[in-house]
């Protein structure tokens, strides 16, 4: 039977890479990628086309970033697929990236090297904004917006695969403020949200057959990364980042490498995972790519908390939704 996999983000990077694996894996799979720009998105189709001529890729428009969007998109795959297999949640921003040089080199000379190198702990900030729905940017993008997705979709869904970083850390995150409005760890603190409500569905949908899992790509060079330095810089340094990568398996690099883990996920039976572990992709110095899990720093009452919240915001989230809406009939009609 053909097995239906979405992926949200799926034009470039880590996304773009992770489908042309699951081609490879399987050609009789329909594929679905889910991009906020339908122009970048013809063009993701067009290149995997060319390296499997015969596959069945779909286009779906998607902003995970807005509400309107999400219950639209939501909609669409409903009258498209009876049932999904697999829905990566993939898509991810991390605008106007900090690098601190000063913590950098601190770091540098400290017995937390290999550390700072695997997770940017201490060294990366950034600046988020208000988005059109009243949103937190990034919260939204990270993590409401799938969240919205698999409330809509949830009774045609089986496996979830969040794409989640090493950078995810629980002193970033505040249940107080779970939009991350005060702090300048916007990124951290939403991948860290992404990696409780992946234990807390397990926790509430795993008995009606509902599996979600988490993944860390390592350290990968795609736009997210050159927003953070600029891609020549990159490419300068690309040695000293394959001596690292002997020290800390975690710089993968590029794209192929970092959907490991994404890609193995998606030959395992569900039962046989560990909901409280994420499951990072690692490359070793001599260029193996190869899955580990690793155990999240996570409690289960806390990720119960925050699943209780984000349903709270989804109520609040549609009734002004449905408000907009009936604003806009309004006005039409006059
Ligand atoms: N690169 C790295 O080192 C690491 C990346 N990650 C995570 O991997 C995931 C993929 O990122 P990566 O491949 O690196 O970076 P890219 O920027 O290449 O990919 C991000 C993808 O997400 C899409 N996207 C962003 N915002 C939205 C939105 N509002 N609606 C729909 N799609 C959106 C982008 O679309 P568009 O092209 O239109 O911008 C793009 O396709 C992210 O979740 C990121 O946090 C985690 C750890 C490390
Ligand atoms: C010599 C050398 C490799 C310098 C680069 C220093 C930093 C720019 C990187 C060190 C650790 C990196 C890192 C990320 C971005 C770039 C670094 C801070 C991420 C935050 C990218 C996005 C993620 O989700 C996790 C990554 C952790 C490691």
Not at 127 to 139: K, M, P
Not at 162 to 173: D, E, I, K, L, Q
Request: net charge negative; with cysteine; charged share 20%.
């Amino acid at each position: 039977m053909e097995r239906v996999v979405i992926i949200t983000g799926a034009n470039s990077g880590i996304g773009l890479a992770l489908c042309e694996r699951l081609l490879t894996e399987d050609s009789q799979l329909r594929l679905c990628l889910a991009c906020r720009n339908m122009q970048r998105a013809e063009a993701a189709r067009a290149a995997l086309l060319t390296s499997h001529s015969n596959a069945h890729v779909d286009l779906l428009q998607l902003d995970v970033g807005s509400v309107q969007s999400v219950l639209s998109a939501a909609q669409e795959v409903k009258a498209r697929y009876n049932r999904i297999d697999f829905l990566y949640l993939n898509a991810g921003i991390m605008p106007n990236p900090q690098l601190d040089l000063n913590a950098f080199f601190k770091g540098l000379f400290s017995r937390n090297v290999v550390r700072m190198f695997a997770t940017a702990e201490g060294i990366l900030t950034q600046q988020d904004r208000l988005n059109s729905d009243g949103l937190q940017e990034v919260f939204a993008t990270n993590l409401f917006g799938h969240f919205l997705l698999i409330r809509e979709l949830e009774p045609l869904l089986s496996r979830l695969v969040w794409t989640s970083s090493s950078n995810a850390r629980r002193s970033a995150f505040s249940m107080e403020d779970m939009q991350h409005r005060e702090g300048r760890e916007s990124y951290s603190s939403s991948k860290y949200a992404s990696d409780m409500l992946s234990l807390a569905l397990n926790r509430q949908k795993n008995s009606q057959g509902l599996f979600s899992s988490v993944i860390c790509p390592g350290l990968v060079m795609t736009n997210l990364t050159y927003g953070i330095l600029p891609s020549f810089f990159w490419t300068l340094i690309m040695p000293v980042m394959w001596l690292i990568r002997i020290f800390t398996n975690t710089f993968t690099l590029t794209p192929h490498n970092g959907a490991e883990a994404l890609h193995w996920l998606f030959l395992q039976n569900p039962e046989s995972l560990d909901p409280r572990a994420k499951y990072h992709s690692l490359t070793s110095g001599l260029g193996t790519n190869y899955t580990q899990p690793r155990q999240m720093d996570i409690d289960e009452g806390t990720s119960d908390v925050l699943y209780s919240k984000l349903l709270e915001l989804e109520k609040e989230v549609r009734r002004k939704q449905s408000e907009e809406n009936a604003d806009e009939e309004i006005s039409a009609v006059k």
